[in-house]
């Protein structure tokens, strides 16, 4: 059984900086993909952020492409998502999520054991 605890939200202002990590327990991490995904209020839960399980390969939302930036070692079963030049728009909860081997890195479907969440805040 995978459990994801995710760390690092908080309230920052619009054009700032986080640093969100997830770390992991149970399962083989290193073999296995992660993702980040996000949820607004009132909005789907969306795609953020996804990386191979070598971390070689990763994969972006548009909305954050060359703003965001994820990477993992599997050394400490973690992955993390900097965050930069955040907007408001980049308001939510963000979550971690481990993929089934073999399925698109960018759909929600592909992914089965999710953390808590943590809570993401810009203002302007």
């Known amino acids: 059984q995978v459990r994801l605890t995710e760390s690092g939200g908080g309230l920052v202002q619009a ?3 986080l640093r969100l990590s997830c770390t992991s327990s149970g399962g083989t991490f290193r073999s296995i993909g992660m993702g980040w995904f996000r949820q607004a209020p009132g909005k789907e839960r969306e795609f953020v952020a996804g990386i191979s399980s070598n971390g070689i390969t990763t994969y972006y939302a ?5 703003r ?3 990477s993992r070692v599997n050394a400490l079963n973690a992955v993390s ?4 030049s955040l907007k408001p728009d980049d308001t939510a909860i963000y979550y971690c999520a481990t ?6 890195a960018t759909a929600i479907t592909s992914y089965d054991s999710w953390g808590q ?3 993401v805040t810009v203002s302007s």
Do not use: A, C
């Not at 548009?62 to 060359?66: F, R, T």
């Not at 998502?81 to 930069?84: E, F, P, V």
């Open 99 to 104: 993929k089934f081997l073999g399925m698109p």
């Open 15 to 17: 054009g700032g900086s």
């Open 62 to 66: 548009d909305s954050v492409k060359g």
């Open 117 to 119: 969440g943590t809570q």
């Open 68 to 70: 965001f930036t994820i």
């Open 81 to 84: 998502l900097q965050m930069s």
